[in-house]
């Protein structure tokens, strides 16, 4: 193995304006470059914290648990509010009390940051938390 270590972008899901079936190729391309990556370190699942907890933001977290894969969530648009919606912290909450309840007794929530790219909140705690993956990544066995 090489020191070359990579952020990753994948496909994402919810949201994207595309057909089923190109999102299907998505989801089974992305679901094999997690189970498949002998080198994955772990998983930034970014979750809209302006919105309401969604059942697909949910389902991933629970396939990373299912698949033993390590992920933290990095909620984004903290700085945002639906007209009438709740809070963004109240949003964050609803969602981590739902993966806590996935992952199952005493193991609580997830890792969590918060972030607002417009107003630059979070960006210290989320590099920190890079910084650390990156650790873990040069600790790796050959």
Same mark, same amino acid.
């Given at each position: 193995?090489?020191d070359? &270590?990579?952020?990753? !972008?994948?496909? %994402?899901? %919810?949201?994207a304006r595309? *057909?089923?079936? #190109?999102?299907q190729?998505w989801?089974?391309?992305?679901? *094999?470059?997690?189970?498949? $990556?002998?080198?994955?370190?772990a998983?930034?699942?970014l979750?809209d914290?302006?919105?309401p #907890?969604?059942?697909?933001d949910?389902?991933a977290? @629970? &396939?990373?648990?299912?698949?033993?894969? +390590?992920? @933290?969530?990095?909620?984004?648009?903290? !700085?945002?509010?639906?007209?009438?919606? +709740? $809070?963004?912290?109240?949003?964050?909450?609803?969602?981590l009390? /739902?993966?806590?309840d996935? $992952?199952? +007794? %005493?193991? %609580? /929530? +997830?890792? @969590?940051? /918060?972030? *607002?790219?417009?107003?630059g $909140?979070?960006?210290? @705690?989320?590099?920190?938390?890079?910084?650390?993956l990156?650790? /873990?990544?040069?600790?790796?066995?050959?």
């Amino acid at each position: 193995m090489n020191d070359s &270590w990579y952020l990753v !972008d994948l496909p %994402g899901y %919810g949201y994207a304006r595309t *057909s089923k079936q #190109t999102a299907q190729v998505w989801n089974d391309f992305t679901r *094999s470059y997690f189970l498949e $990556r002998e080198t994955l370190v772990a998983v930034l699942l970014l979750v809209d914290a302006s919105i309401p #907890t969604r059942d697909v933001d949910v389902q991933a977290a @629970a &396939w990373f648990e299912e698949a033993q894969i +390590p992920y @933290a969530v990095v909620f984004t648009k903290l !700085d945002k509010r639906k007209r009438g919606g +709740p $809070r963004a912290e109240e949003n964050m909450q609803q969602f981590l009390g /739902a993966v806590a309840d996935v $992952r199952g +007794p %005493g193991l %609580g /929530a +997830p890792p @969590a940051l /918060a972030t *607002s790219s417009r107003e630059g $909140r979070g960006r210290e @705690a989320l590099l920190q938390h890079i910084a650390l993956l990156r650790r /873990a990544f040069e600790r790796m066995p050959e």
